[in-house]
């Protein structure tokens, strides 16, 4: 994609969405942190409605010890993979109240130590709690830089780079909010709506839909 295409693709997320949210429920670093341990493989919803909960028994590292794995599983049994996801879950809350004092890192390398948390997990942390201009490229941001041509890649990490590389400065921190979202509700993995997406001129996937005539 051209450099100048590539300025009106992100400007025109950034009309239609000056200031996007991430969807996952928390309430400060460590129940994001949580959050996006136990959204792998998982909706943001589905997290959402066991977290609600869960996050007003639960704050902190400590208290997470405190409840146990086996009730943290109740309160978590709604979410693909939850028993390795909590047992996850309580050693990384033994490893922050024992090295980072029950601080969540503020560093790609020492998140990535954290059991359950790989890089995909580490950029998202770094990006809404700690506001840098990271990429967390998951399956629809893997599908969005592909279809359109604006950050091709073989594999998660090349994507990323790809999208690092030519993403302006201007809407790097926004940046993987506005194409999560665009995977998630817009350019979806069946069927794209093509029609009535906001950068369906800049994007070079082959078979955009049209609208039914
Ligand atoms: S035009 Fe279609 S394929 Fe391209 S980004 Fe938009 S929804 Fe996806």
């Excluded at 090295?99 to 890192?105: A, H, I, R």
């Excluded at 890649?153 to 400065?169: I, Q």
């Amino acid at each position: 994609m051209k450099k100048s295409s590539i300025h009106a693709f992100y400007s025109n997320l950034q009309k239609q969405n000056p200031t996007p949210k991430g969807e996952l429920y928390f309430i400060n670093d460590y129940t994001l942190l949580v959050a996006v341990v136990l959204s792998a493989q998982a909706t943001d919803v589905g997290v959402n409605k066991a977290t609600l909960l869960l996050f007003k028994k639960v704050k902190s590292p400590k208290e997470m010890i405190k409840l146990g794995e086996l009730e943290l599983k109740k309160y978590i049994k709604t979410i693909g993979l939850f028993n390795s996801k909590a047992k996850n879950v309580i050693s990384l809350s033994h490893m922050l109240l024992n090295e980072y004092d029950g601080q969540v890192p503020e560093n790609r390398e020492e998140l990535q130590k954290l059991p359950g948390v790989g890089r995909k997990t580490a950029n998202v942390v770094l990006n809404i709690a700690f506001g840098y201009p990271t990429i967390a490229v998951d399956t629809h941001l893997f599908r969005v830089g592909n279809r359109t041509g604006i950050a091709p890649g073989k594999t998660p990490l090349e994507v990323e780079k790809n999208f690092e590389k030519v993403t302006p400065s201007e809407f790097a921190y926004h940046a993987h909010q506005w194409l999560i979202l665009l995977g998630r509700y817009v350019c979806k993995a069946r069927k794209p709506d093509c029609p009535v997406c906001v950068v369906n001129k800049f994007c070079a996937f082959k078979t955009k839909t049209m609208y039914d005539i």
